[in-house]
């Protein structure tokens, strides 16, 4: 019989789907719809799915979705004009440029001239400042992967507080923004990299293993503790398939709860998304 604790990303994400449909109910009997725009610059096929799920996922729920699709040779100027007028309007409570963005577009540049109250990505130095430095008082929106990793986690039943946890990777979207979530809920935290020394071995000494690395099947069992808890980031295209960071195979015997790839991390991202828009609009004046 397997022993395996798979952690269902895909139900979590869907019963957080349905408890922002509550709120959603609630604005509306107020005439205050939440609203959503969602920015796709270009083609790059991953980059479509991912906003056709974000529209589907809005209109399931209620929030209003307008998408705006522009093609890659926008000039910046252009797009700082359209992230102007969505600024400037007040249908819409969040605005998310979806990324990667073409070379010639300076995407620090775009992400800080969103309105950080609209920021629902949490991608702007307003909100990765108020996280960095741990201020829960004022308006804050946490970037929507690292948030939904620790939701899983909790919704789980495992207890952050205390645990030692190492984070593969040093993004800014995951690496960097869930390592400051994890010191919050009082974990200890190790973050490593391309150049950490005797990495394994660090990985190994985890409570909490989140592999965001962005190499397929990177994790093997060797590093990872009996019992640890592994999340999976990685969202690796091989010969058409999705593959994660951790070899799940040969890992999900020795672990304790882990994430599948798909049907883990990817859709709490979403789930995330939502719950960041609603609010958003929550907070916006009537
Ligand atoms: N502006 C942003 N750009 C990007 C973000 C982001 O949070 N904001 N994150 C990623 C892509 N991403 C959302 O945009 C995303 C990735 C994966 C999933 C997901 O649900 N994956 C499924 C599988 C889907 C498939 O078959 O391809 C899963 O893991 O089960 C959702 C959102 C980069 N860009």
Known sequence: ??????????????????????????????????????????????????????????????????????????????????????????????????????????????????????????????????LFSGQQDKLRFDPCTPKGIIELIERQGIDIEGKDAVILGRSNIVGKPVAHLLIEKNATITICHSRTDDLAGKASSADILVAAVGRPEFVTEDMVKEGACVIDVGINRVDGELVGDVDFEAVKEKAGPITPVPGGVGPMTIAMLMHNTVKAREHHGV
């Not at 963005?101 to 108020?130: C, M, Q, W, Y």
């Open 1 to 130: 019989m397997s022993n395996v604790e798979l952690i269902d990303g895909k139900q979590i994400a869907s019963d957080i789907r349905e408890e922002l449909k509550g709120r959603v109910q609630e604005l509306k009997e107020e005439g205050r719809v939440p609203g959503i725009s969602v920015v796709l610059v270009g083609d790059n096929p991953a980059s479509q799915t991912y906003v056709n799920m974000k529209d589907k996922a809005a209109e399931e729920i209620g929030i209003y979705s307008d998408k705006k699709e522009v093609s890659d040779d926008i000039s910046e100027q252009e797009l700082l004009g359209i992230i102007d007028d969505l600024n400037n309007d007040d249908e819409i409570d969040g605005i998310l440029v979806q990324l990667p963005l073409p070379d010639h577009i300076d995407e620090h540049k775009v992400i800080e001239s969103i309105d950080p109250a609209k920021d629902v990505d949490g991608f702007h130095p307003v909100n990765t400042g108020r």
